[in-house]
C-alpha cells in the first residue's frame, strides 16, 4: 500500500511522526508536509510564487519532504512529483485540535483530504480533540491505522473522504466508534477586542462552541460523549433539496 501522509501542522508536528509510525507497517508511506504550520489555511492553494520541496527529516531521523507551500499543495506535490501519480491512500494528521462540524472547510488538514478526493484517490483526515494543549496522538495514530486497512478494503465512494476525530484521552478512556454526520458549530464571542500599546483596536478571532443538543448523530455530540467520530463527507456541496424547490421560482434572463 502506498500511502501519501501530510499534515497541516507543519513537517515538525508530533501528530504527523505518529502517525507515520503507525502507518509504517501497511506499506510504503510519503511524508510530504508543509514546512511551517499553516493551520486554518483551509482549502488554499499556492499559484502566484514558486512551490519549493526540500528534503527533510522528522525527529526521529526518518525521510520527509517539506514544501513551502500549503497542505493541498503538498498533496498535490506529493502525487504528482514525488509519488509517480500511484497513491492508495491519502491520510491527512495527525491534527492538533479538533475538525468538527461546520470548522472543516476552515481546515487545512481536512482539505488536504478533500485534494486526495479530488485526485480520485481515498482520503482521510484525523484529528485529536483535547483541552488544555496536551495531546495524545497514540489512539487516534492507532486508530488511523486500523481506518487504512478497512478503507484498503472495503474502498470509499468517489467524490467523498473520512473526516476522523478522536478524543484525546488513554486509549481505554475512549468509549468506542461511531458513524456520523457533520455538526452544525456556531460561535458566540467571535471576536475578542484588545488595546494594542498606543491604544489602537485590534482583534482576535476566538468564540465558544454554542452548546446544540439537539443535534443528534453529529460528530460534535459523538466526541462530546468521548467517542471517535468518523464522518463521511462529499465534494459535491449542492443544496438539492433548495435545487428541487429552485424548480418553482420564476425567473428570466
Ligand atoms: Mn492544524
Redesign the pocket.
Known sequence: MRILLTN??GVAAPGLLSAKNALDPLGEVVVVAPERPR?ASGHAITLHKPLRLCEAVLADGSPAWATSGTPSDCVTLGFDVLMNQRVDLVVAGI???ANLGFDLTYS??VMAAMEGAILGVPSIAVSVVGENGHMEYGPASAFAAKLARLVEREGLDRWTLLNVNVPSRSAEDIRGVRFTRQGRTQYDERVERRTDPWGRAYYWLSGSLVEDDTDHGSDVQAVKEGYISVTPVQLDMTATQLLARMKDWEITK
Do not use: I, P, V
Request: no cysteine.
Open positions: 497541516d501542522d493551520s491534527n492538533a485540535g487545512g488538514t
